[in-house]
């Protein structure tokens, strides 16, 4: 059982990851994310037992996956001028249909994604290391571990250890994530997250993307995903300049009201006190604010290849979409990697783990303060939006 949230430092949670990773050869990276994480948690977030034994764990194994990358790129300087090449970013507000569009583009043997039991431990596997086949069953034990925490959470988000995940999890690895404020009610970190320009952050996501590639300059290209760069796409596009972004639209009133679903869903295993209304405002200001920012990142680079998506359209046809995606990309869909999507679509039909119900007013929002908070963006993207 880990110790009360209040014994929680970062200095035992440094020695923690240490006695299991070695030392840290200096400063510690990305420490001040970690302690204004846990200040905001203790000031506002009403952990139970449950959530701070979730925050320990997970604090301890980002700092240890930190650790373990100083000693990768010790052992491979060259890692730094690894070629990351045009990369894919499939990006958009939460519950836009992210998911299902990166699952069917890392169908593709052109293309590479991030996959689960790569995330929780983003370092190549090495001689005398957990191998490929530990590292994978790790992975199968921490989903169902998660699965079983948090009941109805499948049917909202459904992973697999060896399929593609959101790269945020290599955000994580810097404390600098959407997915901290969504588990925990840390009001204060949510506020410094939404206006941080996480330029280094970024630099240290790219990096683990780098260690991931080492070995395969002329390989398949990258195919990421994380609805959390959709507010922080500077830092996206400095890490990774030569990427195509793809965001993905959907009306903010579903988008919203899903969303809030989500964070409500992921809320009650970990805290004592959760308010609908309190998630519903959450949601919508962080949904809004990260829009907000998108459009003026997006405004600020003509140059910047980004492609749109209906998530209306990706839902009825989702091998058109994708279709489409490719014919945006200067690319064709072949014959084979179509057929792949379209067994894929099959087997995998929507709420085949169970319906994700949600609307506005459970969350204690009304239409009209939605679609007031995304006027610019309906202003720009309305169609889309709502397919």
């Given at each position: 059982m880990a110790a009360p949230l209040t014994a929680l430092d970062v200095t035992r949670l440094v020695e923690e990851a240490a006695a299991r990773a070695g030392p840290f050869p200096g400063e510690v990276p990305f420490l001040a994310n970690l302690e204004r994480l846990l200040r905001s948690c203790r000031e506002t977030a009403t952990l139970n037992a449950t959530g701070e034994q979730v925050l320990h764990k997970s604090a301890v194994r980002h700092l240890r996956n930190l650790r373990y990358l100083q000693d990768f790129v010790a052992a491979q300087p060259d890692v730094a001028a690894q070629p990351l090449g045009a990369p894919v970013v499939v990006t958009g507000l939460p519950r836009t249909g992210t998911t299902l569009l990166h699952n069917l583009l890392a169908l593709d043997p052109a293309h590479r994604a991030l996959l689960l039991w790569e995330a929780l431990h983003p370092v190549p596997a090495t001689v005398g290391g957990p191998s490929v086949a530990d590292r994978q069953a790790?992975?199968?034990?921490?989903?169902?571990?998660?699965?079983?925490?948090?009941?109805?959470?499948?049917?909202?988000?459904?992973?697999?250890?060896?399929?593609?995940?959101?790269?945020d999890a290599l955000l994580q690895n810097t404390f600098a994530s959407q997915h901290f404020e969504d588990m925990f009610d840390a009001a204060g970190y949510s506020d410094w997250l939404g206006g941080a320009t996480l330029a280094a952050e970024y630099e240290h996501y790219a990096l683990q993307l780098r260690a991931l590639s080492l070995g395969a300059a002329a390989g398949p290209r990258w195919v990421l995903k994380s609805p959390g760069h959709l507010g922080h796409l500077d830092a996206l596009l400095a890490a990774l300049p030569h990427a195509t972004?793809?965001?993905?639209?959907?009306?903010?009133?579903?988008?919203?009201?899903?969303?809030?679903?989500?964070?409500?869903?992921?809320?009650?295993?970990?805290?004592?006190?959760?308010?609908?209304?309190?998630?519903?405002?959450?949601?919508?200001?962080?949904?809004?604010g990260a829009m907000s920012r998108a459009l003026d990142a997006r405004a600020a680079r003509p140059g910047t290849a980004f492609v749109d998506v209906s998530y209306a359209r990706l839902v009825a046809d989702p091998v058109g979409a994708v279709r489409a995606v490719y014919l945006a990309l200067g690319a064709d869909l072949d014959a084979g990697v179509e057929a792949q999507l379209r067994a894929w679509v099959a087997a995998h039909p929507q709420h085949?783990?169970?319906?994700?119900?949600?609307?506005?007013?459970?969350?204690?929002?009304g239409p009209d303060e939605v679609d007031a908070a995304f006027a610019r963006y309906t202003a720009a993207f309305g169609a889309l939006a709502a397919g």
């Open positions: 790790q992975a199968q034990h921490w989903l169902d571990a998660f699965y079983r925490l948090v009941p109805g959470f499948e049917a909202i988000h459904r992973a697999t250890a060896t399929g593609p995940e959101e790269c972004v793809v965001v993905c639209h959907r009306h903010p009133r579903e988008a919203v009201a899903s969303y809030a679903s989500l964070i409500h869903t992921l809320r009650r295993a970990y805290s004592g006190s959760v308010d609908a209304a309190a998630v519903g405002r959450q949601a919508l200001g962080r949904a809004a085949g783990h169970g319906p994700h119900r949600y609307d506005l007013a459970r969350f204690g929002l």
